[in-house]
């Protein structure tokens, strides 16, 4: 029996995008994308704005972080987890793997409203996915290369899991969210 990996990592991505992720950020408000749950989050501001100890990007609107990442970490906005999953989980991959736009987080221009990150954040899925149905099996089993730190040596494809991992990971923390400003704001 032939075992077409590629198409089954695509599947479980792409399903899970179609079907559930996806739906779900529809009609999501700027008061949502900004929304802070709790003192103190990391959140997508004007550049200018914030307190964080570092900030990055380029143009009106900054990411916020801290190296090392205090423990504990502070909660981060929807946001900010889009701006993770645009830049830091596809296109960072995208540039490295697919022929994208470079996408690292001190020179990205971060949205400054949610449509224009649904944007982003479509744009770069569709990147990834046509991406890696495009390596067939044995795409999948060639080195990630020196681009990817810790993967670098691991085949492609477990960086297929893991960006997997990542969007679904990411995604059911931005639904969350979504139904904890529901359930405040109400």
């Known amino acids: 029996m032939d075992i077409n990996w590629s198409d089954?990592?695509?599947?479980?991505?792409d399903r899970h995008w179609s079907h559930q992720l996806r739906p779900r950020l529809d009609g999501l408000t700027d008061a949502e994308y900004f929304w802070e749950p709790t003192p103190g989050c990391w959140n997508v501001r004007r550049r200018g704005e914030s307190s964080a100890p570092?900030?990055?990007?380029?143009?009106?609107f900054v990411v916020e972080f801290e190296l090392p990442e205090p423990d504990p970490v502070p909660v981060t906005t929807i946001a900010w987890r889009l701006a993770h999953l645009v830049v830091g989980v596809f296109g960072?991959?995208?540039a490295k793997h697919f022929g994208g736009p470079e996408a690292e987080y001190p020179t990205f221009e971060y949205a400054g409203t949610a449509r224009q990150a649904l944007a982003q954040l479509d744009?770069?899925?569709?990147?990834?996915?046509?991406?890696?149905?495009?390596?067939?099996?044995?795409g999948l089993a060639l080195p990630c290369g020196p681009?990817?730190?810790?993967?670098?040596?691991d085949p492609?494809?477990?960086?297929?899991l893991h960006i997997n991992r990542e969007v679904i990971h990411h995604g059911a923390e931005i639904s969350l969210l979504r139904d904890l400003y529901r359930a405040t704001k109400s």
């Open 8 to 13: 089954l990592a695509v599947e479980q991505l």
């Open 54 to 60: 570092i900030t990055a990007g380029v143009g009106e």
């Open 92 to 94: 960072h991959r995208n």
């Open 123 to 138: 744009e770069g899925y569709a990147a990834w996915i046509a991406g890696v149905r495009g390596l067939g099996t044995e």
């Open 147 to 153: 681009a990817e730190g810790p993967f670098a040596d």
């Open 156 to 160: 492609m494809g477990a960086l297929v």
